[in-house]
C-alpha cells in the first residue's frame, strides 16, 4: 500500500527546470508542497495582509521562519500597508478577500522568478465550481482553476485535500492556521464548511475532471478578440458570430471586465447580450450599452453626468476631451470661441436638447441614433446647443449653422 508521501508525489506536479516562488501562507496546503520542493531553486514569499490581529500573526511568521529553515528554503516576508486591504476593496467595490488576493497576487508577480506556485488542490477547485454555479457564473467560468497560467503554476490541484492532510500527520509536520479561515460570512468558508463535506471523493473527482477538461477546451479553441479602447470597449462581430457558445460568453464576460465600473454580470444577462448581438437592433442597453456599429460590436459603459464650464477657458478648450480621446488631430471640430455667447458649458446631453444645424433642426437624440451611439456630448451658451460631439463615442461632430457661418469648422473623421 502507498504511503501518503507516495500518493501526493504520484500526483504532483511541478516544474522541472526554472526559479521558483512559493506563495507561502504557512497553513496546511502551502507547507506540504514546500516539504517537497527542490531547495535549491526555491524559495518562499509571505504576505503579511495586515487585517489579522498582530501577535497572531507574529507567532505565524515565527513557525513559517522555523518549517523553511528545516526544508532549506529562504524565505521573504513582504507587510502591506495597515489599511491597503480596505483601501483596495473600497476604490476596486469588493470584498475584503477579493481585495487580499489580489494584492498577495501583484506582490507575488513583483517577484523575479520564472514560476509563482501556489498551493490549490483538488478541493479548491471543487469550492470553485461549486461558488460558480450557485453564483450563476458563464458556464467557461465552470472550468475553475488552471494548473498552469502563464507564469502561475498550481503542482498540488490533482491532490485530494484528505492526501495532504494524511501526508502532513505521517511527517508530523505542524503548521500554522489563520483565524479567518473559520469565518463562516466569507463564501467560500461557507462552502468549505457545509458543502463540501457532503460532496464524496468520486464526486469530487467528477468535478475536477469537467473543470480540466474546459480548461483543456479553452486551450484549444480560438478566442474572440477583445480590445480596450479609452472609450469603449469592442470586438469583431464577424469573429463572434463564428466562434462557440463558449467563446462568445467569455468575449461578453472579458469586455464587461473592461468596462470602467463595470459591475459583476450573471450569467442570464449574458445570455441576453449574446441573443440581443446575434439578432438584436442596432443598439441594446444592459448593465452597459452595446452598440453595432458595421462589424464592431462596441460596449459602453452608462453614462455619467458631465459638466464643464468654459468661463476660462483655455486657447483651446476641448484640450481635455482630445486627450480623452487618446491624441490630439487635425480631424477634432474645431469652432470659434469669440462667437459664443457666455456663460457656456460643455455637458452630457439631455432628452429634449436641439442643434440648428446647415440642414436643419435635429434632436440630439436623432443625431445620436444616426451616429450609433449611446450617448453625447454637447456644447451649450445662452443662444441654446451650438456643438455636438459624438467623435468621442465612435460617432461624428457636429457644429451649429450659425458658427459654421462665424469661421468655425466641422473636420471630422468617423
Not at 163 to 185: F, M, P, Q, R, V
Amino acid at each position: 500500500m502507498q504511503s501518503f508521501r507516495e500518493q501526493i508525489l504520484s500526483r504532483l506536479s511541478v516544474p522541472e527546470s526554472g526559479s521558483l516562488v512559493l506563495a507561502f501562507s504557512g497553513g496546511s496546503d502551502s507547507l506540504a508542497l514546500l516539504s517537497l520542493l527542490p531547495n535549491d531553486r526555491t524559495r518562499a514569499v509571505y504576505v503579511n495582509h495586515r487585517i489579522r490581529d498582530d501577535e497572531e500573526i507574529g507567532r505565524e511568521i515565527a513557525l513559517n521562519r522555523s518549517n523553511c529553515a528545516m526544508f532549506g528554503i529562504p524565505l521573504k516576508v513582504v507587510s502591506l500597508d495597515r489599511n491597503e486591504v480596505l483601501d483596495r476593496a473600497k476604490s476596486g467595490k469588493i470584498g475584503l478577500e477579493a481585495a487580499a488576493r489580489a494584492l498577495r497576487y501583484e506582490r507575488l508577480f513583483a517577484e523575479d522568478a520564472d514560476h509563482i506556485l501556489t498551493a490549490h488542490h483538488q478541493d479548491d477547485e471543487v469550492e470553485t465550481f461549486l461558488m460558480r454555479v450557485l453564483d450563476g457564473s458563464p458556464f467557461y467560468k465552470y472550468e475553475g482553476i488552471r494548473m498552469e497560467d502563464g507564469r502561475l503554476c498550481r503542482p498540488l490541484l490533482l491532490c485530494p485535500k484528505r492526501i495532504i492532510e494524511g501526508y502532513l500527520a505521517e511527517a508530523g509536520l505542524k503548521w500554522s492556521s489563520d483565524s479567518t479561515n473559520s469565518d463562516d460570512s466569507y463564501r467560500r468558508n461557507f462552502i468549505r464548511h457545509n458543502l463540501l463535506p457532503l460532496v464524496s471523493q468520486e464526486e469530487k473527482n467528477i468535478i475536477s475532471r469537467i473543470g480540466l477538461n474546459l480548461a483543456e477546451l479553452r486551450k484549444k479553441e480560438e478566442s474572440i478578440p477583445v480590445f480596450a479602447g479609452v472609450r469603449y470597449v469592442s470586438f469583431p462581430l464577424s469573429s463572434f458570430l463564428s466562434s462557440s457558445p463558449v467563446a462568445r460568453e467569455r468575449a461578453i464576460y472579458l469586455a464587461n471586465s473592461y468596462l470602467p465600473g463595470h459591475s459583476r454580470l450573471k450569467r442570464e444577462e449574458v445570455l441576453l447580450v449574446e441573443s440581443f448581438i446575434e439578432s438584436g437592433p442596432r443598439r441594446g442597453s444592459f448593465s452597459f450599452h452595446v452598440v453595432k456599429a458595421g462589424d464592431e460590436v462596441r460596449f459602453f459603459p452608462r453614462r455619467s453626468d458631465f459638466v464643464y464650464s468654459l468661463e476660462n477657458c483655455p486657447e483651446n478648450p476641448f484640450f481635455h476631451l482630445s486627450i480623452d480621446a487618446g491624441s490630439i488631430d487635425p480631424g477634432l471640430l474645431r469652432l470659434p470661441l469669440d462667437e459664443l455667447e457666455k456663460p457656456a458649458i460643455v455637458r452630457s446631453a439631455l432628452a429634449g436638447d436641439v442643434i440648428r444645424l446647415k440642414d436643419g433642426v435635429k434632436s440630439v437624440r436623432e443625431l445620436e441614433k444616426e451616429n450609433n451611439v449611446p450617448y453625447s456630448i454637447v456644447l451649450e451658451d445662452r443662444i441654446g446647443i451650438r456643438c455636438f460631439f459624438s467623435r468621442l463615442y465612435g460617432g461624428r461632430d457636429r457644429l451649429s449653422k450659425d458658427l459654421l457661418g462665424r469661421g468655425g469648422n466641422t473636420l471630422s473623421v468617423e
